[in-house]
């Protein structure tokens, strides 16, 4: 069974500039999650989706992150215009009930601003 | 203060000796608590799941919780080099929501 795909795994950009990653989660897991990490520290949920629906978006940056998960399938995380703290680790995440506590993790998309 | 608190290490091991790992933690609603090994420039693998208070063993692995003192643990039996990594400690309040990490703890199994 193929894992969590994300894409980009690396990126490299100016601040200010726009960037976008993409994320496939386990075959028939409606639940999706993006994750940031920071160096050093562990994950934290950015935005969590039920099937279509963001259930959980509450810790996203809505002044310049945006998300999407059309058809309840693939996602995309969105920064416009990108600032040089949001250098990080992106991390896509899937689950699916009823055993939605564990949650498997992409390999990640690291981010640099420059 | 953070919500779930992990010792950052380094810690290292000679192989074959037992890692010992745990994380504290604040909120007592917390029901999930999970354990993830994360390579450098890797993604976090789950290693183990355990729901509320209990002992949970897979392989040279086990997994404690203890919810009267806020305290879990992660045993490594038989430590390995290739079990040099991070080790994430993760609890969630229902099933499907967000996980809560601690930062992390580097481990080193020098041969």
């Known amino acids: 069974e193929a894992g969590v795909v994300q894409s980009p795994r690396y990126k490299i950009i100016e601040k200010k500039q726009p960037v976008a990653f993409w994320c496939n989660p386990i075959?028939?897991?409606?639940?999706l999650y993006w994750y940031l990490q920071n160096l050093g520290q562990g994950p934290e949920l950015l935005i969590r989706?039920?099937?279509?629906?963001?259930?959980?978006d509450s810790q996203l940056p809505k002044d310049r992150f945006s998300a999407e998960r059309l058809k309840g399938v693939d996602s995309t995380l969105k920064i416009q215009p990108a600032e040089l703290g949001d250098s990080a680790v992106y991390l896509c995440?899937?689950?699916?009930?009823?055993?939605?506590?564990?949650?498997?993790f992409g390999p990640g998309t690291r981010l640099t601003v420059l | 203060q953070k919500e779930v608190e992990q010792d950052p290490g380094p810690l290292s091991v000679p192989e074959g000796a037992i890692v010992s790992l745990n994380c504290t933690y604040s909120?007592?609603?917390?029901?999930?608590f999970m354990w993830y090994r994360q390579y450098s420039r890797k993604g976090p693998e789950l290693l183990m799941y355990?729901?509320?208070?209990g002992n949970k063993e897979d392989g040279r692995f086990t997994a404690q919780v203890d919810k009267s003192s806020k305290y879990i643990s992660l045993f490594i039996r038989d430590s390995q080099p290739s079990d040099s990594a991070t080790y994430l400690c993760a609890m969630g309040k229902a099933a499907g929501n967000k996980l809560t990490f601690g930062g992390g703890t580097r481990v080193l199994v020098k041969p």
């Open positions: 075959s028939g897991h409606n639940t």
């Open positions: 989706y039920e099937n279509e629906e963001a259930v959980d």
């Open positions: 355990t729901y509320s208070s």
């Open positions: 909120n007592s609603a917390f029901q999930y």
């Open positions: 995440a899937s689950s699916s009930a009823p055993r939605g506590n564990e949650q498997f």
